[in-house]
């Protein structure tokens, strides 16, 4: 009989305290810098990629970790760090699980490694879903893909919004609708490689928070590609799009199988950010004195941290849990990859709101990093599906029923 634990092995123990070294040695001296900069962190995104941090062969070793563990393990530590820095390196994985959870191995195997570029000349991919009247209403995207027979070429025509590395990105993924009377049913997802011609991006869009990260909207001017860059090919589409015209049901559709791959992680990122705010706040509590002791001798203080750690430890549960259920194929049949995401976001915006008012008017300064921690934190119940969503789809799957 196998003994139920929660320890991690000594792989993750591992993987974990390299990723914290890395974090807590070049990631978070230099956040206050590309905060306060706004531009795309590029020497330390070399760096992660000089040290094996960055690129397909650590995803792929993450990956394999059959308890599905060791991916989320690295986001928290490497979020902990910085978040807006951690997307920089990060945010590719995004278009790297559009490309696995739907293109074919030979698919793969071609724009994969041209997400990442090599050592010498990092490279970064953008995943490109949503736009200014499709966000959560993914079935209302207006990005049009047409193919074209004669030169086996499809043709993109929409614009793109929120677009992490948008523009900047060498690959560009794309969902696009190929029959808007069916929804999302109708969609597919498109490679853009490097330096096709009629993709162009607006300048840095500026934000509240993850500033280190590259952010914009996205512009497909009758963009043409090859025919090979419909992932899954053309032949599966084909018979997607005619079980979703005789009504048959769908298993899914791109843009939701790539978030449905990539939640658990998010809530992990989210998970780094909260102890992050935590940890400080605690340390800060001790070191703090006010009426000749430690500020976390008062109840209302110690309780709040207390508050922190539970929820922090909470969230960290539900993000394993899915974690561990996408990796062995479990169907999330209550909504558990959602679960996990939402939990974690909310945690990370309750978490770093109280380290600011546990700091008082030092947490409102930008001499102490819980203000950073704080403005990242808010987008967790934003992207990848906003905490609403999320409850949308929790619903759905508890209930059976159409919850609108």
């Known amino acids: 009989m196998v003994e139920f634990s929660l320890d991690l092995n000594e792989e993750q123990?591992?993987?974990?305290?390299?990723?914290?070294?890395?974090?807590?040695?070049?990631?978070?001296?230099?956040?206050?810098?590309?905060?306060?900069?706004?531009?795309?962190?590029?020497?330390?995104?070399?760096?992660?990629?000089?040290?094996?941090?960055?690129?397909?062969?650590?995803?792929?070793?993450?990956?394999?970790?059959p308890t599905g563990l060791s991916l989320p393990i690295a986001s928290e530590e490497l979020f902990w760090g910085d978040a807006g820095i951690g997307l920089s390196i990060f945010g590719t994985s995004l278009a790297v699980a559009?490309?696995?959870?739907?293109?074919?191995?030979?698919?793969?195997?071609?724009?994969?490694?041209?997400?990442?570029?090599?050592?010498?000349?990092?490279?970064?991919?953008?995943?490109?879903?949503?736009?200014?009247?499709?966000?959560?209403?993914?079935?209302?995207?207006?990005?049009?893909?047409?193919?074209?027979e004669a030169t086996d070429e499809w043709v993109l025509r929409g614009q793109k919004a929120y677009a992490t590395n948008g523009g900047i990105a060498g690959v560009h993924v794309v969902i696009a609708s190929v029959e808007p009377e069916l929804g999302s049913r109708g969609q597919a997802a498109f490679v853009v490689p490097p330096g096709t011609a009629g993709l162009s991006a607006t300048r840095k869009l500026r934000k509240l928070g993850l500033r280190a990260s590259h952010t914009a909207d996205v512009f497909l001017d009758d963009v043409r590609v090859p025919g090979r860059c419909l992932l899954g090919g053309k032949e599966a589409l084909d018979e997607r799009l005619a079980r979703a015209r005789s009504g048959q049901r769908a298993s899914g559709q791109a843009a939701m199988r790539t978030?449905?791959?990539?939640?658990?992680?998010?809530?992990?990122?989210?998970?780094?950010?909260?102890?992050?705010?935590?940890?400080?706040?605690?340390?800060?509590?001790?070191?703090?004195?006010?009426?000749?002791?430690?500020?976390?001798?008062?109840?209302?203080?110690?309780?709040?941290?207390?508050?922190?750690?539970?929820?922090?430890?909470?969230?960290?549960?539900?993000?394993?849990?899915?974690?561990?259920?996408?990796?062995n194929n479990r169907p999330f049949t209550a909504g558990e990859g959602s679960m996990s995401k939402l939990k974690a976001g909310e945690v990370a915006v309750s978490v770093t709101e109280k380290a600011v008012q546990l700091l008082g008017g030092a947490g409102f300064l930008r001499d102490h990093p819980v203000e950073r921690w704080y403005r990242d934190a808010k987008i967790y119940t934003i992207f990848e599906g906003t905490s609403e969503i999320q409850r949308l789809v929790i619903s759905r799957a508890i209930s059976g029923m159409q919850i609108r």
């Not at 914290?20 to 590029?42: I, K, L, N, Q």
């Not at 071609?110 to 010498?120: I, K, L, R, T």
């Open 259 to 327: 978030f449905e791959l990539s939640r658990p992680t998010v809530g992990a990122q989210a998970l780094g950010v909260a102890r992050a705010a935590y940890e400080y706040a605690l340390d800060y509590a001790k070191e703090r004195v006010q009426f000749d002791r430690p500020i976390i001798t008062n109840q209302a203080v110690a309780f709040a941290l207390a508050d922190m750690k539970m929820e922090i430890d909470a969230a960290r549960l539900l993000v394993w849990r899915a974690s561990w259920m996408g990796r």
């Open 13 to 65: 123990r591992d993987l974990r305290d390299w990723v914290h070294g890395f974090a807590s040695e070049v990631v978070r001296p230099a956040a206050a810098e590309w905060d306060a900069r706004e531009e795309t962190p590029w020497p330390i995104i070399q760096e992660a990629a000089k040290v094996g941090l960055y690129g397909f062969e650590f995803l792929a070793t993450c990956w394999a970790d």
């Open 98 to 148: 559009a490309i696995y959870g739907t293109g074919t191995p030979d698919q793969l195997v071609e724009w994969v490694p041209q997400c990442f570029g090599d050592v010498d000349s990092p490279t970064v991919a953008a995943f490109c879903s949503s736009e200014p009247e499709a966000g959560s209403d993914v079935g209302a995207m207006r990005t049009r893909a047409r193919y074209d």
